[in-house]
């Protein structure tokens, strides 16, 4: 491509305001005049999904056969980055294999409460943990060719309203919670593009959010990268280029493309502002062009890698002496999901697997001796009596039950949050018919996210597997009968019950969300509380073997801390320890959580072996967020170093001063903000706590028409709203019902996951995010015009529908 600043004088304004939007779904606009080419990305959080020509707008028609690798939930219960990094370059090759330039990934948002339901693609409830392993992947990525896209940026922690709601929260959680990963993956491997998300921070939606995408990500940050638009996920497009998010997708918008041209035309927009967008977008098409598409890939070597990557996250949470189980003896085995095992995600991440094991599979190809029966529906809820009569009449002649369940395709999925996270009734109350029974119970469990826990005091034994890709059956195998240890962790609390979440019951009920526990996200909450609120805390997870750790040191040289400790596998197996750094703060007058993660470890040991692990942090990686310094602060005074198997398992605990930085006062009192200086009693923060900590009074979005950010779902109120409701979401129950009749495999599984998440996200979304997402198949002036109908101004409503657009032409129009 020739020189930017010379390609800017020669492209016609048509031409910027094609360059800056995207092109039939997954591509920019090419300018053939100046040989500039498209670029292709597609989504990539899990494993590459190419569509083929049969392309839609929400991606969810069939694509290529590519390696379905484990989920965000379990490739971040590894704390692995070298598995991580390995995804990434294998991810990559299938890229470049399919001619792919950019993936849509890593998604690195955090777990703030276990009912999101994209949880199952996030990493951690913790931004050290998730920006370290979003680091990796992009590394592992761009090194080998291809673009990344860290996303979603930012605070996007809900479905039920991410078209269109509103994150009100402080800016020191914003800064040490919700934009802390990002700020690493970005200063560390400074990816392609960043995502920006489709939700409102403070009022301004983050793909025109000035403070975001230009004074931090850009000018603190230093990002070097363009910001790109979530699908669908532009409001304004000319407020969105002046705040520096430069790609629009999917594109095709008649809409935008005028509003520029008109703006242009008016001085509302300056050709300057326009081009910085336009250079940036023209250094992402160069820089990520692919110069030699490979022959071949070896798939086979990529679903190995998934295999070790779901054996790697695995977690297993509870074990009363009964795994690894003895392959000789005979087990009855329970659950649809032992034969309909639930590998991965629903949504945009859904991948057409090359290869897919399910652990009825593994057991066959290894000779394990089991009578299999169904137990329940994976696709249902209801318990089905014969089902269940038929394992108790058979239960009697086996003294090992293995019980295969957990979340299904019907519970969780982008596009909606869970309702409740509470395992499905059919599978509850067949556990507890089982335990009644008197019988050993290993439960096997698939999923993407917490679930509440009310048996586990009645099972032996509890393998968390979440969702472990295409080689999930296999993984499942070798752990359960010891041929692989488990080493997984937990990388998010799993509470006892969803009333210990704190203001759990305010999330997602109106458009607004308030973050009023501010920086209380998961275990810096629920470390202050006593232990009967959390069955299983962050960072928890058994192995086949034990751990001791010895000899804690902590030194600094200069700005950098240096703690290492020995650890030695006291056990008679192989196996790896994560050993977990968390820094207690001294006591002063900011309000903090008990301790924090800063650093940690995966190590592995033979059997009595010991090694000396390092764990290197900065002096500055100890500072929390002064909202008044508008900096970080370090504050002088003694820190405890905790070297750690869980947040609550400390081992090794070394008392370290730090007396040389500069005294910056507390922007806190006390008086005014007693619930967060006490996190026992956050949940008693009072509306004026917040706003005080929010610097602004919360004002409730009062409106009383229906406007292009209505949810589908409100439009019900409406006669004509509810006819156009149901046109919209029968589009998937017609796709669902179509799968039924199909016969078993991976596409009826692929055809119903999507018609179910069709049928259950597009109540959520919004006319204007439905129309910008539909690359013109849903004109803009239609979803106005229908606005206008709905509140009853018929007349203006027609007269938007009927009125021409004046967008300039595209490049392939003018070919």
């Not at 930017?4 to 094609?18: D, F, G, H, R, Y």
């Not at 179509?738 to 959520?764: A, H, T, W």
Request: proline letters at 5%.
């Amino acid at each position: 491509m020739k020189n930017v600043q010379k390609l800017l004088k020669e492209l016609s304004i048509e031409e910027k305001v094609a360059l800056v939007s995207g092109h039939d779904f997954w591509e920019t606009n090419a300018i053939p005049r100046l040989n500039i080419p498209s670029m292709y990305m597609t989504d990539g959080p899990c494993g590459l999904r190419k569509q083929g020509e049969n392309r839609d707008h929400l991606g969810l028609n069939e694509s290529e056969k590519t390696t379905s690798f484990p989920t965000g939930a379990t490739f971040g219960s590894s704390w692995n980055p070298d598995n991580m990094r390995k995804m990434g370059e294998a991810v990559a090759k299938e890229s470049l294999f399919f001619g792919v330039n950019m993936i849509l990934g890593p998604a690195i948002n955090i777990k703030k409460n276990p009912r999101c339901g994209r949880n199952f693609e996030y990493l951690s409830e913790d931004p050290l943990l998730s920006g370290e392993m979003g680091k990796a992947f992009v590394l592992g990525a761009q090194e080998n060719g291809i673009g990344t896209s860290v996303k979603h940026f930012a605070v996007n922690n809900n479905e039920d309203y991410r078209f269109m709601g509103d994150m009100l929260v402080d800016e020191r959680a914003l800064r040490e919670i919700y934009l802390r990963g990002f700020e690493k993956v970005v200063k560390e491997s400074q990816p392609a593009t960043v995502m920006s998300a489709y939700n409102k921070v403070n009022g301004v939606f983050c793909g025109e959010h000035p403070y975001l995408l230009n004074t931090i990500l850009r000018k603190e940050w230093g990002f070097q990268g363009a910001v790109v638009s979530d699908w669908g996920g532009v409001n304004d497009r000319t407020a969105s280029i002046k705040a520096g998010m430069d790609l629009e997708m999917p594109g095709d918008c008649d809409y935008f493309r005028e509003q520029l041209w008109q703006d242009l035309q008016s001085g509302q927009l300056t050709e300057a502002e326009l081009d910085r967008c336009v250079a940036r977008v023209l250094r992402l098409i160069d820089e990520t062009q692919i110069s030699e598409r490979p022959a071949s890939i070896d798939f086979d070597a990529h679903h190995q890698l998934s295999e070790d990557i779901a054996v790697d996250g695995a977690v297993l949470m509870k074990n009363q002496h009964m795994l690894p189980l003895d392959k000789e003896e005979q087990y009855l085995v329970v659950g649809d999901l032992f034969r309909k095992m639930r590998y991965q995600g629903a949504g945009s991440s859904l991948i057409n697997p090359t290869n897919c094991v399910s652990p009825e599979q593994a057991f066959k190809n290894h000779n394990v001796h089991f009578t299999y029966l169904q137990g329940y529906d994976e696709a249902d809820s209801a318990p089905r009596l014969a089902l269940e009569t038929e394992v108790l009449e058979k239960v009697g002649d086996f003294d090992k039950v293995l019980f295969f369940g957990g979340q299904t395709d019907y519970v969780e999925s982008e596009g909606y949050d869970r309702p409740t996270i509470q395992l499905p009734e059919n599978q509850r109350s067949l556990l507890q018919k089982l335990t009644e029974a008197g019988k050993k119970i290993v439960f096997v469990m698939y999923g993407g996210s917490v679930v509440e826990l009310p048996f586990i005091d009645d099972v032996a034994a509890l393998l968390n597997m979440y969702l472990p890709g295409q080689a999930g059956g296999e993984a499942t195998r070798k752990l359960l009968f010891g041929e692989a240890n488990p080493s997984g962790k937990l990388a998010e609390t799993w509470v006892r019950r969803y009333q210990e979440v704190p203001f759990g019951d305010t999330y997602v009920t109106s458009k607004q969300e308030l973050y009023q526990e501010s920086i209380y996200v998961g275990y810096r909450y629920y470390d202050a509380l006593s232990e009967e609120k959390v069955s299983f805390p962050f960072g928890f997870g058994l192995s086949y073997t034990t751990f001791a750790y010895q000899h804690a040191v902590v030194s600094r040289n200069g700005d950098q801390l240096t703690v290492s400790c020995e650890v030695t596998n006291t056990g008679k197996v192989a196996g790896a320890e994560i050993v977990q750094l968390y820094v207690s703060a001294p006591t002063t007058d900011v309000f903090k959580p008990v301790k924090e993660l800063r650093g940690y470890q995966k190590v592995w040991l033979a059997p009595q072996e010991t090694k000396q692990i390092t764990i290197r942090l900065q002096v500055a990686d100890l500072a929390y967020y002064n909202v008044k310094a508008q900096d970080w602060v370090v504050e002088n005074g003694q820190y405890q170093f905790h070297l750690a198997a869980a947040v609550n398992d400390l081992r090794e605990t070394v008392s370290f001063a730090i007396q040389d930085q500069a005294d910056i006062p507390s922007p806190y009192q006390a008086t005014e903000l007693p619930s967060y200086f006490e996190p026992k009693q956050l949940t008693n923060v009072t509306q004026t706590e917040f706003e005080q900590l929010l610097g602004h009074q919360v004002v409730p979005e009062q409106t009383t028409e229906y406007t292009m950010d209505s949810k589908l779902e409100e439009l019900r109120g409406s006669l004509i709203g509810k006819v156009f409701y149901h046109f919209v979401v029968g589009v998937g129950e017609k796709q669902y019902k179509e799968s039924l009749k199909m016969p078993d495999g991976p596409s009826k599984d692929s055809k119903r996951k999507n018609g179910m998440f069709l049928m259950k996200m597009m109540p959520n979304n919004s006319l204007r995010s439905m129309s910008v997402s539909s690359s013109g198949r849903f004109p803009y002036k239609i979803a106005e015009g229908l606005v206008d109908i709905l509140n009853h101004r018929y007349f203006r409503g027609v007269k938007k529908m009927m009125k021409k657009t004046q967008a300039p032409q595209l490049p392939k129009e003018s070919v």
